[in-house]
């Protein structure tokens, strides 16, 4: 199974754009990418998930580059609620990586 | 709709102490079942996975150990735990092997040896 290679932490502005990388250049040609976020002292929750098109659902947006090894989670509007770590994931056994820490900013 | 609980929610264990966390799924069958386990300001680490009954598939070679005794049913188990055992542990099940399916979590155990 592929796995996943993503920025320790990262920073935004409150109400600004996020852009959230992750790598999976190991990715085979039938997993899906999939993204979770995890606020403290909870149990990561279900944000998006794609194959090979651009994806879009009413809390972010996921855009997947051309040869799939890498994809961007998007946040457009970046809320205090945002503050999480966020877990990009790809094949059948859900492994997942350290995940990228976003902190808003007032 | 579908529902996944493990308890308890927090223990404090000594070293050397036996631990059961127990999960269990509703409303679906025969699903994938996972233990993961998530050490202070660390990412996931997937420790045993299941694909049914009896079926377990251990991903960390460690003093813990996984059961299904039943299809919506999972347990984390030691027989002597360490201090290094202590952490976030979180029960998460899927509809199947799928990789389109979407992975759902427990509320978690909070774990500390002492």
């Known amino acids: 199974d592929a796995k996943t290679t993503q920025p320790n932490s990262m920073e935004s502005n409150e109400e600004e754009p996020v852009h959230l990388p992750c790598n999976h250049s190991t990715i085979s040609g039938t997993d899906y990418i999939h993204w979770y976020r995890q606020l403290p002292s909870q149990g990561p929750e279900y944000v998006i998930h794609?194959?090979?098109s651009n994806v879009n659902n009413r809390m972010a947006s996921l855009a997947i580059a051309e040869d799939r090894k890498s994809s961007t989670l998007i946040l457009h509007r970046a809320t205090l609620r945002d503050a999480a770590v966020y877990y990009c994931s790809t094949g059948n056994q859900f492994y997942f990586g350290t995940g990228t820490s976003l902190t808003v900013i007032p | 709709s579908q529902t996944i609980h493990q308890w308890p929610a927090t223990l404090v264990q000594p070293v050397g102490s036996p631990l059961s966390l127990e999960c269990t799924v509703e409303g679906t069958s025969n699903p994938n079942l996972y233990w993961y386990r998530q050490a202070a300001g660390r990412g996931l680490q997937l420790l045993f996975y299941?694909?049914?009954?009896?079926?377990i598939s251990s991903e960390v070679p460690q003093n813990l150990s996984a059961s299904r005794p039943q299809d919506r049913q999972f347990i984390l188990s030691s027989k002597k735990l360490l201090l290094s055992d202590s952490g976030f542990y979180l029960c998460?099940?899927?509809?199947?092997?799928?990789?389109?399916?979407?992975?759902?979590f427990g509320e978690g155990s909070w774990l500390t040896v002492v």
């Open positions: 794609g194959l090979t």
């Open positions: 998460a099940w899927s509809p199947g092997q799928y990789s389109g399916n979407t992975i759902y």
């Open positions: 299941s694909v049914g009954i009896g079926q």
